[in-house]
């Protein structure tokens, strides 16, 4: 079974071609009741290692077929720091990549090891997940494994943000009854203070998941964004299973809108009504609101407020 998956286009990353260092099966250090794969009692190390020969004979392979990459995402049927070769297999991917971006999807479980933290660094692009802030909900969310603490999880995700040059994003999955609290995400809110990163995507279960947990409707998701810090770069990425009641909007309520909270064409799709979408695009062509472009996505806010807040969007480039 080849090691290598896709490509698969994804509108946050480009053009993805996956590795899972976990192609025999789930090894993860978490057992998130959201997570599509079966359910499995979380583990710290991997017992089915797949040589790095292999995986870079098959990523070799791949490449030539897709010679059109924008990145090389590694990933598992688990957690992909939990690989133990990883360091020597990213040197390896950064010997034949070329100009192709290379990221990893991590549960943060792992950052507070220093030499994973000092592996991760060698990465063009970090995906970190953070689904919650306090001991109890992260218990009762992720599953992890013993001796596994939020509290070191969130100084290690502080910690590396601020070494980091390359593009880092925060994911929050939400899910309805667990983390959906004002007092959770004040608890995130609080976390994320001390992280530099180019997005917060905050999104939702959207695909079937291992426990019987439900997801957030779109405008949920929207209500919990605004009690997010304005400097924070929240993105809300999960649509799948979730509905918006589009609602009217004046010219003044846009801007105060986009002011509290920079917006995605998707998002004002969702929001918006038909009018409020006519009096957007005067808006638009009137200069009055511009836009900013992270990492393929692009948001629209007030010009007039565009250089305040443009820092508050990409708080690092």
């Not at 990459?69 to 690989?83: C, F, K, Q, S």
């Amino acid at each position: 079974m080849s090691t290598i998956f896709g490509p698969v286009h994804s509108r946050r990353f480009g053009v993805s071609l996956g590795i899972d260092l976990s192609s025999s099966g789930k090894q993860c250090n978490f057992d998130c009741l959201y997570c599509e794969l079966s359910p499995m009692q979380a583990i710290t190390h991997q017992k089915s290692i797949t040589p790095v020969g292999e995986i870079l004979k098959d990523l070799k392979e791949s490449l030539l077929k897709h010679p059109s990459i924008d990145v090389i995402t590694l990933t598992a049927n688990g957690e992909p720091t939990m690989y133990p070769f990883l360091d020597e297999l990213i040197e390896s991917i950064d010997s034949i990549k070329g100009d192709i971006q290379t990221l990893i999807l991590s549960n943060s479980a792992s950052l507070s090891d220093e030499k994973i933290a000092a592996t991760l660094l060698k990465l063009d692009q970090v995906k970190l997940s953070l689904d919650a802030a306090t001991p109890d909900i992260f218990r009762k969310i992720d599953r992890p494994a013993d001796g596994i603490n939020i509290n070191e999880i969130i100084g290690a995700i502080q910690h590396f943000s601020q070494a980091y040059t390359g593009k880092l994003f925060i994911e929050i999955l939400f899910v309805r009854g667990l983390n959906d609290t004002l007092e959770e995400v004040a608890a995130l809110n609080r976390a994320l203070q001390n992280v530099r990163c180019e997005r917060i995507d905050i999104g939702t279960i959207d695909r079937p998941p291992a426990y019987p947990v439900s997801g957030l409707e779109f405008n949920e998701l929207y209500a919990l964004s605004q009690h997010f810090d304005p400097t924070l770069p929240i993105h809300i990425v999960s649509r799948t299973h979730a509905t918006a009641t589009p609602s009217s909007f004046s010219k003044d309520d846009i801007l105060t809108t986009l002011d509290k909270r920079p917006l995605t064409s998707d998002d004002i799709n969702a929001l918006f009504d038909e009018t409020s979408k006519k009096e957007f695009q005067n808006l638009l062509n009137e200069g009055k609101i511009t836009q900013v472009e992270r990492s393929n996505i692009v948001f629209y806010l007030p010009f007039e407020n565009s250089e305040r807040k443009r820092p508050k969007i990409a708080q690092k480039s």
